[in-house]
Each structure stands twice: as structure tokens, then as C-alpha cells.
């Protein structure tokens, strides 16, 4: 039993800045990587950024050099740093803990998304 959980979002202006954290609780499971994903209306989920337990991150070309992932020293929490908003990184934001079972079975587990909306 995994529960993977988000806070932090919100409204705020463009050029504004928001800080979204995610965690993941349970027994008999492994994370060895996490992320965000988030997806807009009418349109596909997609890559936000993700990083490894060894540290190994990945950004979409659409937010490097404004977003920033980073995982708990615990290892089983996330954070997505972001600044520079724009609207168009207005969607639902879905954090995910990957990693593998105790019989080494690899499973995803998805929070329930919160929302992040830019706007003036």
C-alpha cells in the first residue's frame, strides 16, 4: 500500500513564483525515481521534470532554467521549484513515486493532482 500525495498549488501572476511538494508513504516498496507530470486541458499529459534517488534529473526543454526538481533527503518526497511562470504552465500538476515492490515487480503510483494556474 502506497499513497503518493501534492500540495502547493495555486494562482499566481505570471513572472510569479510557486512551490510544489509531493510525498510518498508506504511499506514494501522502493522508489528509486519520482517526478511531475501535468497536463492542460484538452491536451496530453506531459514530462514536467524528474529526478533519481542517485540524484539524476531531467527537465522538458519548456521549463529548464525555471523550474527546479529536487528529492528529500529521506528519499521519498519531491519538490518542484518554479519561477518565471508563464500561462501557459496553467494545468494539473501529478506528481509521480516509481520504483519497485519487494518481490522487484516495478510499480508506478500517481498522487491526485493539484491545480496551478497563472494568470493576471
Known amino acids: 500500500q502506497v499513497q503518493v500525495a501534492e500540495s502547493g498549488g495555486g494562482l499566481v501572476q505570471p513572472g510569479g513564483s510557486l512551490r510544489l511538494s509531493c510525498a510518498a508513504s508506504?511499506?514494501?516498496?522502493?522508489?528509486?525515481?519520482m517526478g511531475w507530470y501535468r497536463q492542460a486541458p484538452e491536451k496530453q499529459r506531459e514530462l514536467v521534470a524528474t529526478?533519481?534517488?542517485?540524484?539524476?534529473?531531467d527537465y522538458a526543454d519548456a521549463v529548464k532554467g525555471r523550474f527546479i526538481i529536487s528529492m528529500g533527503n529521506a528519499k521519498s518526497s519531491v519538490y518542484l521549484q518554479m519561477n518565471s511562470l508563464k500561462p501557459e504552465d496553467t494545468a494539473v500538476y501529478y506528481c509521480?513515486?516509481?520504483?519497485?515492490?519487494?518481490?522487484?515487480?516495478?510499480?508506478?503510483?500517481w498522487g491526485q493532482g493539484t491545480q496551478v494556474t497563472v494568470s493576471s
Open positions: 509521480l513515486a516509481a520504483g519497485v515492490r519487494w518481490n522487484l515487480v516495478s510499480q508506478d503510483y
Open positions: 529526478v533519481t534517488s542517485n540524484g539524476a534529473t
Open positions: 508506504g511499506s514494501a516498496f522502493r522508489i528509486n525515481r
